[in-house]
């Protein structure tokens, strides 16, 4: 028995209406990650997280209760728990997450800001004020639930007065750079990731990594930013060599991201096959997308170990 897509998607919309996030986090969680890091408040250039990287354990965990529930009699009253949502958020019952988990999804908001700060780049942040990007819900085709949502982040950046924008993950990327613009008018916000920002700063690295990795890319930051040589670029000055597995750049192959929480089970087919692509040309994979970097470590068959790209370059440029 398959999961009933529209009570499942219908509860992530109706998340985003009624409490603007697919899974609702606290303005505590949310801005853990920036805690004692001295960040000021807003500016005309800030740090975006888009709330991807905060979501990720919960998102997870989520998905794992959905796969347990895919061939289950419970599925049947998902439209109950739909109407019930709207009242009570149900996204506690769905999926926690572990302390342990948000610290380290959070460690590498905080690998991004580390790094910023290190090339000298003058950025805020806008703290409880950042909203999530919307990214889940467009990809979902909910596209008149995201369309009330974009508009509201952007009358947030310009309320802020907001004018460049640096993000921190592919799906932010693509929706603040090529999405919204089509959704909003007179649109005049300038994106680019962090790892653009500091390809551009000509970083020179404090230790070398001497390292073998395996660069996995995020089929949104290749097929649809762009972005492949910057990260590239960052680990070879800091003395990684990069192996490129049988799909990369442009040809990248899916990590089975973006539908885990409709399809958990195909989902972890795609992983696990693109995990065995990486791990036969190494055992430590780069990615640079916290969705990929979630779903090629629930991988079980591949013996490869997967670090988010921040790992690798705060220890060689901090």
């Not at 969680?29 to 920036?34: F, I, K, L, S």
């Not at 109407?83 to 908001?109: H, T, W």
């Not at 592919?170 to 959704?183: D, E």
């Not at 649109?187 to 680019?192: G, H, P, W």
Request: charged letters at 20%; one cysteine or more.
């Amino acid at each position: 028995m398959t999961l009933p897509i529209g009570n499942v998607l219908g509860i992530l919309v109706d998340n985003l209406k009624l409490r603007k996030s697919v899974v609702p986090l606290s303005n505590r969680r949310a801005t853990a990650w920036a805690e004692g890091l001295g960040l000021k408040e807003g500016g005309d250039t800030v740090l975006y997280t888009g709330h991807i990287y905060q979501l990720i354990p919960y998102i997870s965990s989520m998905s794992k209760k959905m796969a347990e529930l895919e061939n289950s009699w419970i599925t049947k009253f998902m439209g109950i728990g739909r109407i019930v949502n709207k009242v009570i958020n149900l996204s506690p019952f769905l999926g926690g997450a572990s302390k342990e988990d948000r610290d380290k999804y959070n460690k590498l908001l905080q690998n991004i800001a580390l790094l910023l700060k290190e090339a000298k780049v003058d950025f805020g942040y806008l703290y409880s004020k950042e909203l999530y990007s919307g990214a889940l819900a467009f990809d979902q085709g909910a596209d008149k639930a995201f369309a009330i949502h974009a508009n509201k982040l952007n009358e947030m950046f310009k309320k802020n007065g907001v004018k460049t924008v640096i993000t921190v993950d592919p799906h932010t990327t693509n929706m603040l750079r090529s999405v919204y613009p089509k959704y909003i008018k007179d649109y005049q916000l300038e994106v680019k990731s962090y790892l653009e920002v500091l390809a551009e700063k000509g970083m020179v690295s404090k230790n070398s990594l001497d390292a073998n990795v395996v660069v996995h890319d995020s089929c949104v930051y290749a097929r649809y930013e762009n972005v492949v040589d910057a990260p590239r670029q960052l680990l070879v000055s800091a003395g990684a060599t990069i192996h490129e597995p049988e799909l990369s750049g442009k040809l990248t192959h899916c990590c089975g991201g973006a539908i885990e929480s409709l399809f958990p089970g195909k989902a972890h087919q795609i992983a696990e096959k693109r995990a065995g692509q990486l791990n036969q040309c190494g055992e430590n994979a780069v990615t640079m997308c916290p969705i990929c970097m979630a779903n090629l470590q629930n991988t079980t068959e591949n013996q490869i170990e997967v670090k988010d790209i921040s790992e690798y370059l705060v220890n060689a440029y901090c």
